[in-house]
């Protein structure tokens, strides 16, 4: 199998000997740095790449899908494969140097850059398998789901993938993740079969149902709080040559009856449909717009029927564009990318929001929106949007069967703030906090024992106990066993003490 590495963004330990911004090369040159030469000599005879400051394509290596997260790190070491990313989190560990791990680098949470410390860039590792006969792909850690789409389409396979499949592989599987098969085979981190993983210490393990039973349990909803995945095998599906869907844009005011569908969709829970819809600028109506994207595992008249509600049965719904028409699995999954990818400043968040869908909370979060929009330059890249997938086939899988417990009748709230300016950052943070507090205000009747945000969309601003429910004391009980140090705390920190939020107050 292909070797691999995965984990949008991991973390090492913080330390006073952390590396500082200097040039990596020159010292392991002149060999003024014993930690340098060390890291040359380990390095030794494998295709590993070593950047630092004064390297031609350093800045190339730092960027980051939002430049909020673009940091100095004092070395960025491009490994390609998994024995080079155990050698260089060994060397972090014995040396006491903070590392992260690039994947994707799409989180917008700084998890994937370090100040000063090692980023180990899986940019070489993303080979994809896809094997016919057993139905199975095999993903290095580096890919991007347009990387498994393309590999699996000839052989008229799917695997369930991320919508916006410029997206890592890793960061969704690991932290659970959903895409249009969902409400046919679950969530992606069910179609895992097995992943090879570097731990803390430089062990590289095997997790499947047959080994490290319990890890893989973890590495099921949790994986980037206990090591790098390097591997990925997932279960392949077969499917059709293409599917009904598209790109429909509505004026605002239809907001109403989208709502109603949406409400509809969730009644039927049919499998084979996929719905999401929001506000969005649209630069072809230079509005702001009810941008919606559908999907249905069936012919042309199938999915018509089925969204004629919001295409044409209804002349109130009028829309304004409609792109839909017969596409293949890859032109599906390409719709939610953001493309071409807007220069600037990005935070992404989200939140679950208990079903029925109310208007008026919508209307709301719409008011307020808009008006950030209108008040702060060029944000006009800016998304808020809400997913609609069948669940019925995630919560057949009782919630303890995996870390992932983010299993639920939810609609999924998805919150993309675009910027430019450095100077507005804590103002786009505060409007970050208050529309998903407002989205989780309204939740007061969310049980307990539920969960309040998809992990890979909250952010720091939740607690391990909103976003891993009855499963965080297991996943604290495994943190001491293949992580005892917590060195894999920066996506989420498992071990950190409950902090109060707005989605912790009192539901009285």
């Not at 199938?302 to 409609?322: A, D, R, V």
Request: charged share 20%.
């Amino acid at each position: 199998m292909a070797e691999s590495a995965t984990s949008n963004g991991t973390s090492g330990v913080r330390h006073e000997q952390a590396f500082k911004s200097y040039d990596l090369r020159q010292a392991l040159d002149t060999l003024h740095d014993p930690r340098a030469l060390e890291l040359r000599r380990q390095l030794q005879g494998t295709r590993a790449e070593v950047i630092c400051i004064g390297c031609d394509d350093y800045a190339t290596s730092i960027q980051r899908w939002s430049d909020t997260c673009e940091k100095e790190a004092g070395a960025v070491v491009r490994v390609a494969s998994t024995a080079e990313v155990a050698e260089v989190v060994r060397f972090c560990r014995k040396n006491h140097i903070d590392f992260v791990v690039e994947a994707g680098g799409h989180s917008t949470t700084g998890a994937s850059s370090s100040h000063g410390g090692v980023v180990i860039s899986l940019a070489r590792m993303r080979k994809v398998l896809t094997d016919p006969a057993s139905e199975t792909v095999c993903v290095q850690g580096g890919a991007t789901w347009d990387m498994v789409n393309h590999s699996t389409a000839p052989y008229g396979l799917a695997v369930v993938g991320a919508i916006a499949s410029h997206a890592g592989v890793g960061g969704s599987t690991l932290g659970g993740g959903s895409g249009w098969l969902t409400g046919q085979y679950g969530l992606i981190a069910d179609q895992l079969v097995g992943v090879k993983v570097v731990l803390a210490d430089g062990t590289i393990v095997e997790a499947s149902n047959e080994n490290n039973q319990d890890l893989f349990w973890a590495m099921r909803g949790a994986g980037q709080a206990f090591g790098i995945a390097t591997e990925f095998v997932f279960r392949a599906h077969k499917v059709r040559d293409t599917f009904f869907g598209g790109v429909i844009e509505y004026d605002v005011d239809r907001l109403p009856m989208l709502v109603d569908f949406a409400n509809e969709f969730d009644r039927r829970q049919d499998p084979n449909s996929g719905f999401y819809f929001g506000f969005a600028y649209s630069r072809d109506e230079k509005q702001m717009v009810l941008r919606a994207v559908v999907f249905y595992d069936g012919s042309a008249y199938q999915g018509g029927i089925f969204f004629g509600p919001i295409l044409y049965q209804s002349p109130l719904m009028n829309p304004l564009t409609n792109h839909t028409g017969m596409r293949t699995y890859v032109e599906m999954n390409a719709f939610a990318n953001v493309d071409p990818v807007p220069e600037g400043r990005k935070s992404i968040s989200g939140a679950n929001i208990m079903r029925p869908l109310e208007t008026s909370l919508l209307q709301d979060l719409y008011s307020q929106f808009v008006e950030a929009l209108n008040a702060y330059p060029r944000m006009e890249d800016s998304v808020l949007m809400f997913d609609n997938l069948p669940y019925e086939k995630t919560v057949e899988l009782p919630v303890e069967d995996t870390a992932c417990a983010n299993r639920g009748p939810y609609c999924s709230a998805k919150l993309l703030l675009c910027w430019h300016d450095s100077e507005l950052d804590a103002k786009m943070h505060a409007l970050q906090r208050s529309i998903i507090s407002k989205i989780l205000e309204a939740q007061r009747g969310i049980p307990d024992d539920q969960v309040v945000a998809c992990p890979n969309l909250a952010g720091h601003d939740f607690s391990a106990e909103k976003l891993f429910g009855v499963n965080l004391p297991r996943l604290k009980k495994l943190k001491r066993k293949y992580d005892p140090h917590n060195v894999f705390r920066k996506w989420h920190d498992l071990l950190a003490p409950a902090k109060p939020h707005v989605e912790q107050t009192d539901k009285s």
